[in-house]
């Protein structure tokens, strides 16, 4: 079973920036791997999936502002978020609906 670790969240101010990393604990580059986020008292919502192809795709909610890539060769999944809003504000969950990390929490606010 392939074990998923989230890192990167904090703290940021609105505008700012944060890079999230996903670990895996074993090659997954058979697999579209995607982040999503849960915000409090709401489902948790997709945000951006990348196939082993390099085919992404984003929320309308992030377009243009975060960028989902891969690393194979580190078995690490990232999530670049630059111009952040308070809106972002969330726990956010690397997986793909069959294995999920425990998340890393965002809080934006000034």
């Known amino acids: 079973q392939v074990q998923l670790v989230e890192s990167g969240g904090g703290l940021v101010q609105p505008g700012g920036s944060l890079r999230l990393s996903c670990e895996a604990s074993?090659?997954?580059?058979?697999?579209?791997m995607g982040w999503y986020r849960q915000a409090p008292g709401k489902q948790r919502e997709f945000v951006a999936t990348?196939?082993?192809?390099?085919?992404?795709n984003y929320a309308d909610s992030v377009k243009g502002r975060f960028t989902i890539s891969r690393d194979d060769a580190k078995n690490t999944v990232y999530l670049q978020m630059n111009s952040l809003k308070p809106e972002d504000t969330a726990v956010y969950y690397c997986?793909?609906?069959?294995?999920w990390g425990r998340g890393t929490e965002v809080t934006v606010s000034s």
């Open positions: 997986g793909n609906g069959a294995m």
């Open positions: 074993r090659f997954f580059r058979l697999y579209t």
């Open positions: 990348v196939t082993p192809g390099l085919i992404t």
